[in-house]
């Protein structure tokens, strides 16, 4: 970066809101991983979208990111969507998810390096679900301005994260 020059933020992919929730949960970033999940399904990315939508419109992801509800709420909404199996098979990891980012200690997850918060992510809340889907979060998080910043610009994608 050139002395003087503030780096702007990269333009966010989503319009998922990562900003506070009144019930103190990380929904946003819920809804991001769940978004990531989908995208990573041998499906078109419209159709991996278009369920998103459908999922989150019917409140389904929130009432589980909140515990208010559970994956069957997430999969009987995916059902009523008309969800591609190969979509909806994607959703069993959101158990984990919600478990993984209840026990996170999301202080933690605000590191400077993009590679540290792969792992720490992939270590604490996604364990080997994502691939592909993990740099989408990262790089939706650094846009938010709530991200890793450093070495992500580098990363193309994320192999084994070593």
Not at 98 to 105: F, S
């Amino acid at each position: 970066m050139v002395a003087g020059r503030r780096r702007r933020r990269p333009q966010r992919q989503t319009e998922i809101s990562l900003g506070a929730h009144p019930s103190g949960k990380p929904v946003g970033l819920f809804r991001l991983l769940t978004l990531a999940t989908l995208l990573e399904a041998d499906a078109p990315a419209a159709e991996a979208r278009a369920l998103f939508r459908s999922l989150d419109e019917s409140g389904a992801l929130e009432a589980m990111a909140t515990g208010e509800g559970g994956l069957d709420g997430v999969l009987e909404a995916a059902a009523a969507a008309g969800a591609a199996p190969g979509l909806a098979e994607r959703l069993v990891h959101l158990a984990r998810y919600r478990r993984g980012l209840e026990a996170a200690d999301l202080v933690t997850l605000r590191v400077a390096d993009a590679r540290a918060l792969a792992r720490a992510l992939r270590d604490q809340v996604t364990g080997a679900t994502l691939g592909a889907g993990l740099l989408l979060v990262l790089q939706e998080l650094r846009a938010a301005g709530i991200g890793a910043t450093e070495g992500l610009d580098a990363v193309a994608w994320l192999p084994g994260l070593d």
